[in-house]
């Protein structure tokens, strides 16, 4: 214990060497590495002397983190969340209140009115399946059909808890099945006969890829962003369909962080990302489709000008569904998870 | 001297591990129990009442409790003769295999999971080798449920069982076997009656690592639980609900079970505590002679350590494949150095690894100094305080590693000087601290197992030839102490260096820890990338572990000579 081991000392300077500099915008965003370098780069590059810094994380733990981080604010901008995420982080008084340029061309449930935070993308969920084995003909065509014997025990599930694309088709159907009503008996029975399908619950959109690529299943519902940026960048024998009598469509958002160390440049970012040029972009290189109505047709891309007609939104009550989802989902983990065979859905 | 300056002087140490204890392991968990009983700022029982009038909160607390038992067993079923075959025997390759089989306690957290999936997932290597070579319709098992957790725990804990019980063995003292097998005594009733006993202390420890490691655990249940509840994930599933209320009390009752068993455990050690008297050296190793044991011997001891790094070699394996290419193939067929080119070149690369080396190094350095002290004071003071210590020493492994932080987040998110509150949150401090904090019982546990081999007469004999109290602690019972608190002291530094569950809630950007980075890497759908990470990660684990360990022989030996 007398001398340090040299080895030991190299360790330490070398954790000694670690510095940042100039001016940092954070951004918390579970919007995925490409779509944010991209982002990041085109900013920086417009506002010499910045860097843009992302931590990726899911939507929930962006809402977490902001909460424990209330009185030492870390993040500038939270890019990216379902709307009904965002109206819990704006009720916590973690947002603040700002109104960019583009706000006007966005429709009123779409946004804030209380101007805390705006619709960026809309995000449809789709059912999605390995298209080594089935084509698109046999694929499930509504989400009735994912309930067809013929997927028994090949339904594979994001773990729904946590998952804010899993949550917003969960809460559909109990919505749509209880006929407006809000009582949630039918839509309760649909999950049962749903769990009976279902092979597993996987912990992450990774894992799930993988495991339908690997025909560990063969079908899953997701958003369709992410299965299309699947399909453009990997060899992955996957495929979808957009459910032709309707499907949920996820808003996601933007937000300026109450407490932000660098407001101004931040403001410049939201700005950024709403402008036309920003929703292009994504839409162009990254499959999201832009929340905003007012953009002119002929700018959008081949495959957004195809998909949108076939997008029909599933008509819901947003209000009863922010308000009910965590009753519902409770229930669901205690009474439906895993209890699909046992109750006779063979 | 004055009596009354002599007996502050002596009571420092007391004041200090007291004091840390309180402050920075009591007094955040208190704000969690104060949660649960407060809601709405009223004080309430309702949490509890719904958390057990539910079936499905019964049957999490249930499950944590019979996985953790398992657990417990099935580890040391693989650590404890593990353990005996490398130190006891001598044959060619010991020397080697005997370190390769600590080698899961380098596996990253996360990234050992992933591996686990891509070698016995349901497409996984040996699950398809399996169903080619016997010609199988289905998958011969599939990875989910109380069976793969309790496999997933047993892999990567038995590594508690195995270095702790070959800490015992290298400090048990040979003239009692001797002295016994003199006496008439067979090999099988030494080993009972002689060797067993004295490694208690070691085995204890390694009992409430696994056990509290498993009640904490939560990777392994929620990827391969299936549904399979358990607290942890159950806390979890709250938290992400928003019911903020039921997760605290999910997390009191996670805490007080485990604290219910150290409680059991410890009641069961007492009285069964041997030191080490006289001077007696350790068993020499056995030359393997027989040849028939020649044979067996080695193949069981290579054979098992082969299988327990297959992880390992998987994720060098996931490493070097080319992204998005590996689907229905049994082995990967395209190869690339893409991962690692990509790796070295990114400046962006080196800083989470040189903030995990720096933050691992403070927390570890603070760990051993408070460590060595709190187990002085536990193994030494008969005093009625004593309990209360080992109780709060304890604690954070009671506590899962969300709750540690969320705990932490809590206190120290807003300036109260008066309150012991200071702004932490969203500071390079904050890491550190909290792996300081959850590293307390490992190093504690590890410095009391070599605290009660040791034999406290050895100070009176310091006393008596006029060392002083600090002159005693440094040129006594620290060189004695030093094998098993420096095997501690290694097992925290890789454990802060890999740690996964408490960084993800409190890393800022510029604080970013390697495990953050991995993670990051996964949710970008790059497994290639994170598994190179990952190997990055084990290289430098192992390199700490192997010239730690080097060090801490030499720096033994030198305090001998």
């Not at chain 2, 955040?28 to 104060?34: E, M, S």
């Not at chain 2, 903020?244 to 996670?254: D, I, Y």
């Not at chain 2, 390992?312 to 998005?324: D, K, N, R, W, Y």
Request: net charge negative; with cysteine; hydrophobic share 50%.
């Amino acid at each position: 214990m007398r001398r340090c081991h040299p080895a030991f000392a190299v360790l330490l300077s070398l954790a000694g060497c670690v510095a940042d500099s100039g001016e940092v915008l954070v951004v918390y965003t579970p919007h995925g590495r490409d779509l944010l370098e991209d982002f990041g780069e085109r900013f920086q590059e417009a506002n010499p002397g910045v860097t843009v810094q992302w931590l990726d994380m899911g939507s929930q733990e962006v809402l977490d983190r902001l909460r424990s981080e209330r009185a030492n604010p870390q993040a500038d901008i939270w890019w990216g969340a379902p709307a009904e995420i965002f109206v819990q982080g704006a009720d916590d008084d973690l947002l603040e209140p700002f109104e960019p340029d583009w706000a006007d061309g966005l429709p009123a449930d779409r946004r804030d009115p209380e101007n805390r935070w705006f619709g960026t993308y809309l995000t449809p969920e789709v059912i999605a399946f390995n298209s080594a084995v089935v084509s698109p003909q046999e694929a499930p065509q509504e989400w009735d059909d994912v309930l067809d014997p013929r997927w028994r025990d090949q339904v594979l599930i994001r773990e729904p808890m946590a998952s804010g694309t899993m949550r917003a088709i969960f809460s559909s159907i109990i919505y749509r099945e209880s006929e407006g009503s809000g009582d949630p008996e039918a839509g309760y029975e649909w999950l049962l006969r749903l769990d009976a399908q279902t092979k597993e619950y996987v912990l992450n959109p990774t894992l799930l890829y993988q495991k339908l690529a690997r025909q560990e299943g063969l079908v899953t519902l997701w958003a369709m962003p992410d299965i299309e940026t699947l399909i453009a960048t990997t060899d992955y024998p996957i495929d979808y369909v957009i459910p032709s009598q309707g499907t949920p469509v996820v808003i996601d958002g933007i937000a300026l962080v109450r407490g932000s160390r660098n407001p101004e440049m931040a403001r410049a970012f939201i700005e950024y990302v709403g402008s036309e040029e920003g929703l292009i972009l994504a839409a162009e290189d990254h499959f999201r489709i832009p929340a905003r109505t007012d953009l002119d047709p002929e700018s959008l891309p081949d495959w957004l000008r195809e998909a949108l007609p076939r997008i029909r939104e599933m008509p819901v009550d947003n209000d009863l569904i922010r308000e009910r989802t965590p009753e519902w989902m409770r229930y669901w983990d205690s009474n439906i998870r895993r209890r699909g065979e046992a109750s006779g859905y063979e | 001297m004055s009596q009354g300056y002599a007996s502050i002087r002596r009571a420092w140490p007391l004041i200090v591990v007291v004091g840390v204890l309180l402050w920075a392991v009591l007094y955040p968990h208190l704000f969690v129990l104060g949660e649960s009983i407060w809601i709405a700022g009223e004080p309430s029982l309702d949490g509890y009442r719904q958390f057990f009038a539910s079936r499905a909160e019964l049957e999490a607390l249930w499950g944590s409790l019979w996985i953790s038992a398992g657990s417990v067993l099935l580890s040391a079923l693989i650590g404890v003769p593990l353990a005996f075959l490398f130190t006891r025997f001598e044959f060619p390759g010991r020397a080697l295999f005997g370190a390769l089989a600590a080698l899961p306690v380098l596996l990253p957290p996360l990234v050992g999971v992933i591996s686990f999936l891509f070698l016995y997932g349901e497409s996984g290597i040996v699950t398809r080798t399996i169903q080619m070579a016997l010609g199988l319709e289905s998958p011969p098992w599939r990875l989910v449920g109380g069976g793969a957790i309790l496999l997933v725990h047993a892999y990567s804990m038995y590594v508690y069982f195995y270095l702790l019980t070959a800490a015992g063995l290298s400090r048990l003292d040979a003239s009692a076997a001797e002295a016994a097998e003199s006496l008439g005594a067979s090999r099988l009733r030494i080993f009972f009656r002689v060797t067993l006993p004295m490694l208690a202390p070691a085995l204890g420890a390694a009992s409430v690592l696994v056990f509290m490691t498993s009640m904490a655990s939560f990777s392994a249940p929620y990827i391969f639980g299936g549904g399979f509840r358990v607290l942890t994930t159950q806390i979890f599933t709250s938290k992400v609900n928003g019911e903020l209320t039921l997760a605290m009390v999910e997390t009191v009752v996670l805490a007080s079970a485990s604290l219910l068993f150290l409680g059991v455990l410890r009641r069961f050690e007492r009285g069964r505590e041997f030191a080490a008297v006289g001077k007696g050296v350790s068993a020499p190793r056995r030359q393997v002679t027989s040849a028939w044991a020649r044979r067996v011997i080695p193949t069981i001891g290579v054979g098992a350590v082969g299988t327990l790094l297959l992880p390992h070699l998987t994720l060098i394996l996931v490493s070097f494949v080319t992204e998005g290419t590996w689907t229905t193939q049994l082995l990967p067929s395209e190869f690339t150095l893409a991962n690692y080119r990509e790796l070295f070149t990114s400046a962006q690369l080196w800083t989470p690894i040189a903030n995990s080396l720096q933050m691992a190094s403070l927390a570890t350095a603070a760990n051993l100094v408070f460590c060595f002290l709190a187990a002085y004071l536990i193994v030494r003071r008969r005093s009625p305080g004593r309990g209360a210590l080992v109780f709060l020493t304890m604690l954070p492994w009671a506590l899962p590693g969300t709750v540690i932080a969320m705990a932490l987040a809590t206190t120290f998110s807003v300036n109260q000087p008066w309150f012991g509150r200071v702004v932490l949150v969203g500071t390079f401090w904050i890491l550190p601290l909290a792996y300081f904090v959850r590293n307390i019982p490992l190093v504690a546990q590890a410095a009391m197992a070599s605290f009660r081999q040791y034999d406290f007469a050895l100070e009176e004999a310091a006393h008596g030839l006029g060392a002083g109290w600090f002159t005693t602690m440094r040129r006594v019972a620290a060189p004695l102490v030093l094998p098993g608190l420096a095997a501690g002291g290694l097992l925290a530094f890789v454990t802060a260096l890999g740690e996964f569950v408490s960084s993800i809630l409190l890393y800022t950007y510029r604080s970013r820890p390697i495990s953050v980075e991995i993670l990051s890497q996964l949710r970008a759908f790059d497994f290639g990338a994170a598994a190179a990470l990952g190997v990055v990660l084990a290289v430098l684990m192992t390199l700490v572990f192997a010239l730690g360990g080097r060090w801490v022989r030499g720096a033994t030996l030198g305090q001998r000579g």
